[in-house]
């Protein structure tokens, strides 16, 4: 068995449904025992993100955490990943996507939550300490301290793989195929561009966040709303199609492929666990870092971030659909490319890759932050330019390994951190909810 089979075989078996399915158990656990938080407190979440506190007391503030949340779920699983899912679960698994979306908005609220919490009782500024889910994993069981570690382990690995090296490989893909750029020369791009946002610490990639973020979601949205627009008269049947493909007990007539309730509900859910990132703790981290002494305003925003990168998901499985490419064979980001091409004409493929580029960029600066978080946990402190070039390393070697075996062995941390937080949360969810409810009732 070579290496890539063997981290597929790998791959299907730590991350096959049994862990999406205690996904989203946790996240109907979590919704039901806090009263469906996500939808009672939909309208007060928007005034929070909208009216942020600007002052920061930690390394970033709540809004500038909210900002690299962005950055960090609206990535190139929203282009390539959904196009997957319409492609293999047919067109219904838009509208489950959009379901999980909602119900892991209650996941997202508790782990930001706890981070928020379990950061404000502790009166420590060391980096490594000030919140996250390597804090309040520490409460959940004599000897959590274990649980913490092997979550920043975890952690690190997951954003060198998924938030770096996927990143930089969908990036040179991209401008492969859309400017015919050789991928050895953009690996060496990425490197000297994550050693400039690194070498600036903790700053730099705040501020290149804050500046990434407006315009890959400025244009992806523009771009989406032109696409509807065009074709106004589709968007009844496309949806009627997608509720049809979503409940269909049997394979839709004139399909190529045999969609059904199964097929649909199965991609639609993997799609908005892996788009969202809802559950893997990691958006904790950036809200630990803001120092915030409410963490209710902190849960809020953490929320509205799910639900803005489940909008955004389904704004692009709606465009594939009615478009009418869907079911025209191609599948990733090349249907992508296909829905923005009877808008577009060839100027569609230049922005899927823009949005492409600009989308992996956000990921990339976000998760030099996380990352740099869990490697500065396991080491104390210390060996910050380790890190650098162990970041630097990964973008290069992403940009030129084959796309099956990164996105493979990207499952495999991903499924680490899903099952070790989510674990952590439902242990710390019954203390945690009496605190919540009297938050509730407080101003925020």
């Known amino acids: 068995m070579d290496f890539g089979a063997l981290v597929s075989s790998i791959s299907s078996w730590i991350a096959g ?19 469906f938080i996500q939808f009672r407190l939909f309208y007060r979440a928007w005034q929070v993100t909208l009216t942020p506190d600007r002052h920061a007391t930690g390394e970033m503030t709540p809004f500038q955490a909210f900002i690299n949340t962005l950055s960090a779920s609206i990535g190139n699983g ?19 996507l959009v379901i999980f979306g909602l119900i892991l908005m209650a996941v997202r609220f508790v782990e930001v939550y706890a981070s928020a919490w379990y950061g404000m009782q ?3 500024t060391q980096s490594h300490g000030m919140g996250g889910p390597m804090l309040y994993l520490k409460k959940v069981v004599p000897g959590g301290e274990l649980l913490a570690t092997s979550y920043a382990a975890a952690c690190l690995l997951f954003g060198l793989v998924v938030g770096n090296a996927v990143q ?74 997608i509720m049809q493909s979503a409940f269909s ?24 666990v892996m788009a969202t990132e809802s559950g893997l703790g990691t958006i904790a981290i950036l809200f630990g870092f803001t120092g915030d002494t409410n963490p209710m305003r902190s849960a809020l925003m953490g929320m509205i971030g799910t639900f803005i990168s489940t909008l955004v998901c389904f ?24 829905a923005y091409n009877t808008v577009f004409g060839w ?16 990921v990339l600066v976000a998760y030099a932050y996380i990352a740099r978080a869990a490697f500065l946990y396991l080491t104390k402190d210390r060996w910050e330019p380790l890190f650098v070039i162990m970041y630097c390393v990964a973008a290069f070697f ?36 009496k605190t919540i409810f009297n938050h509730v009732a407080s101003t925020v």
């Open 249 to 272: 007990t049997s394979a839709l007539s004139g399909s190529i492929l045999g969609f059904s309730v199964v097929s649909a509900m199965r991609y639609g859910m993997q799609s908005s």
């Open 347 to 362: 100027y569609g493929g230049w922005i899927v890759t823009f949005l492409s580029v600009t989308f992996g960029i956000g």
């Open 398 to 433: 992403g940009a030129i390994t084959t796309a099956t075996t990164i996105f493979e062995a990207a499952n495999i941390p991903q499924a680490m951190l899903l099952g070790i937080n989510l674990f952590g949360l439902m242990c710390l969810l019954p203390r945690l909810r």
């Open 315 to 338: 704004l692009v499985g709606l465009c594939i659909v009615v478009s009418g490419v869907w079911s025209n064979g191609l599948t990733s980001t090349q249907l992508t490319i296909a």
């Open 78 to 96: 929203s282009i390539a990943g959904v196009a997957t899912a319409v492609y293999a679960g047919g067109p219904g698994s838009a509208f489950w």
């Open 122 to 124: 502790k009166n420590n």
């Open 17 to 35: 449904p049994p862990l999406l399915f205690f996904v989203i158990g946790v996240s109907i656990v979590c919704t039901i025992s806090l009263r």
């Open 168 to 241: 930089t490989n969908s990036i040179a893909l991209s401008m492969q195929t859309a400017w015919n750029i050789n991928s050895s020369v953009i690996a060496v791009l990425m490197s000297f561009f994550v050693a400039y946002i690194l070498f600036g610490g903790a700053k730099r990639i705040v501020i290149a966040s804050e500046a990434i973020v407006p315009i890959k979601v400025g244009v992806f949205f523009l771009s989406a709303l032109a696409i509807l627009g065009y074709h106004y008269a589709a968007i009844p049947g496309a949806l009627s199609l």
